[in-house]
Nanobody, 124 residues
């Protein structure tokens, strides 16, 4: 069984930064790409970023490009999301997920395990 546990969420003012972490337990981490998604109240889940299994290739949603950076530490089974220049519209529950193809994707159907998420709130 795979378990994904996120941390690092919180309350921050617009323009501030947060760094989210996701630790994966119970699987060979390096075999899989990882992604971050978010869901704001009353909205559908939205792709944020993904990173392929070796960390050489990343993919970002247009809304976060140039502000967010995804990275991974395969020795620690951890994927990170550095979020800079945060905006009130970034407020959401952020969840990490395992992408089973290994290459990274923006499609939720390509992900088979999900964490419970961590809340990010940005005040104006």
């Amino acid at each position: 069984q795979v378990e994904l546990v996120e941390s690092g969420g919180g309350l921050v003012q617009a323009g501030g930064s947060l760094r989210l972490s996701c630790v994966a337990c119970g699987a060979t981490f390096i075999r899989y790409a990882m992604g971050w998604f978010r869901q704001a109240p009353g909205k559908e889940r939205e792709f944020v970023a993904s990173i392929e299994k070796n960390g050489d290739s990343t993919l970002y949603a247009d809304s976060v490009k140039d502000r967010f950076t995804i990275s991974r530490d395969n020795a620690k089974n951890t994927v990170l999301l550095q979020m800079n220049s945060l905006k009130p519209e970034d407020r959401a529950i952020y969840s990490c997920a395992r992408e089973f193809r290994g290459s990274g994707s923006g499609r939720p159907s390509h992900y088979d395990f999900w964490g419970r998420g961590t809340q990010v709130t940005v005040t104006s």
